[in-house]
């Protein structure tokens, strides 16, 4: 048994699994949630009794049909698509580790490609309002130790990340907070109730549409002290839990995506700037995969901005806040993301008619590998290969290889398919 | 009174799922009552003979069978492990689980998560059952997928 292994399930990163390991098979894995279980054993999220099939060899398609083929003959076929592209796309890698994320940004950087985080809608708004605000920061186990308030806005950490609540915002006991959910106020806001309204008091239903609203009239309140001109159901209820806080933390889900996120990412960021002029409180989003926010701090580092950075624009780099126009991507590769899982179905319809080659680096067979010219089986992080992924309070962690596999570990992929790049253009 | 770890060196252990559950399910069931060892259609195999009446000396007469324990519905249960949290006699008695991290193998614990859902380790160290069944329903209570039933 290997004890005290990382969990690469969600963003909290869990550090306290054991893990029961045969030969090179896991058998049993203690201490994890239904999220984490999917990586370790392979079984589909929120469905462990399912398994989820594993790639093992690299797939090229040809007249629609898969054929397993060579390492290198695979190679051979995404490089062409490389060489050919014109407006080529990069997109995913926030379920990658932070090696791969620094050899795709490479890659993209040589491919002259556009760099797009899977979660962008959701994540970079948080990192502009940060740069902007300059929030304080805490790492999870102060929250754990201190927090006397928390609030969940557009989130429910039992789906997003299930031991969110019992390790660091709820149930957790720590050094001032030895009475766990009993001493904390724990307040949520939503457009439909979950789960999380079992241990919410208050729980804030709103309409869809009324974040805004309930954000000025907490601004107004808090802020300005006025009452403001419309008021959403529920807002004094929230004045008064933060105006009690003496250690508070908002932590905001991808619910915000669903609706004006830079303005709302703005607004939360605002309130927090003048509540920490009065007591500790800080804002986090509630990454759900392992690696996000991972990737935004390498986009800051080598870019200077959060948001998706197009390497191939006519005027040098620039960063784009909004969404791709998929019109114009003429070739995609796709790693540490289910793509095809996540748009339209006339989206996808849209990039069959027009043929855009898909290269697709994945440990698992899912709906973007099954449309895919080529596919590249990989090693998966932290179990089979050692890699580094930041915790979503920005603490970088190592993670540990448990078991051995013949997979290439996917930044030695990417940095292969930028070799082809090198060679081709003399670069 | 037998625990669901004695019970289950005497049963299979393979998950063959004949009886429509695991092997651990099937000893917190037969420590409750609710089955008898003679449900397990691999130990009538003569591989497995004389365990059926090894297991009807531990469990003891029926008399002696727990009046209260838990259910774990393993469709429901996503594994947040709030129930090892917030259980009454971690919270005495494991620091690990009373602080949120999970249990270390050593501990002795009435519950933990494996494989993304909460199994039964210990039902005999329960509050319900060496104090007061009326007095403790914390893991049921803050369950938020309403996985655990209390008998």
Known sequence: ?????????????????????????????????????????????????????????????????????????????????????????????????????????????????????????????????????????????????????????????????????????????????????EERQIAAVDIYPTETAKFCKPFIQIDPGQELELLQGLAAHLIEGQEPPKRVKGTKKLVKLLSEASFGAIFVGRGVSYGPARKLWEGLARLVVWLNTRVPFSLFPLASDFNSVGLYHLLLRETGSPYAPDFGAASGLSSHPTP??????????VTGADLFWFMSEDQVQALKERRVPIIVLSPFANRTTAKAQVVFPVALSGIETEEVAYRMDGLPVELQKLISTPLRPDHQVLADLEQILGGSTGG | MATVEEVLEFLPRTDCGQCGMTCAEFAALLVSRDLSPEDCPVLHEPEYAGFIEALHEILGPAEAAITAGMLIDQDKCNGCGICVAV?????????????????????????????????????????RLVQAAEKCNKCADHCPTGAITLV
């Open chain 2, 87 to 127: 259980c009454e006699y971690h919270l005495g008695n494991c620091d690990e689980a009373r602080l949120g991290r999970g249990p270390r193998p050593q501990d002795k614990v009435v519950f933990h998560v494996v494989n993304g859902t909460a199994v039964v380790v210990h039902q005999e160290l329960c509050t």
């Open chain 1, 1 to 181: 048994m290997i004890e005290s292994v990382i969990c690469t399930g969600c963003g909290c990163l869990c550090d306290d699994l054991d893990v029961t390991v045969e030969g090179d098979r896991v058998i049993e894995v203690a201490n994890v949630c239904l999220w984490g279980v999917n990586k370790f054993i392979a079984t589909k999220k929120f469905h462990s009794k399912k398994d989820r099939r594993r790639l093992l060899a690299p797939q090229v398609r040809r007249k629609g049909r898969a054929f397993d083929i060579s390492y290198d003959a695979a190679l051979e076929e995404a490089g062409k698509i490389l060489i050919q592209a014109r407006r080529p796309l990069v997109y995913g890698l926030t379920n990658n580790g932070s090696w791969a994320q620094e050899a795709a940004l490479r890659l993209a950087r040589r491919w002259q490609a556009r760099l797009e985080p899977g979660d962008l809608a959701f994540m970079a708004p948080y990192y502009e309002a940060l740069a902007r605000h300059g929030l304080y920061w805490t790492p999870l186990e102060e929250i754990r130790d201190e927090a006397d308030t928390i609030l969940f806005w557009g989130a429910n950490p039992i789906h997003s990340c299930p031991r969110h609540v019992v390790r660091y915002s709820v149930f957790s006991r720590g050094r001032f907070t030895e009475r766990g959910a």
């Open chain 1, 324 to 333: 791709v126009d998929w019109r114009e991507v003429d070739a995609l590769l």
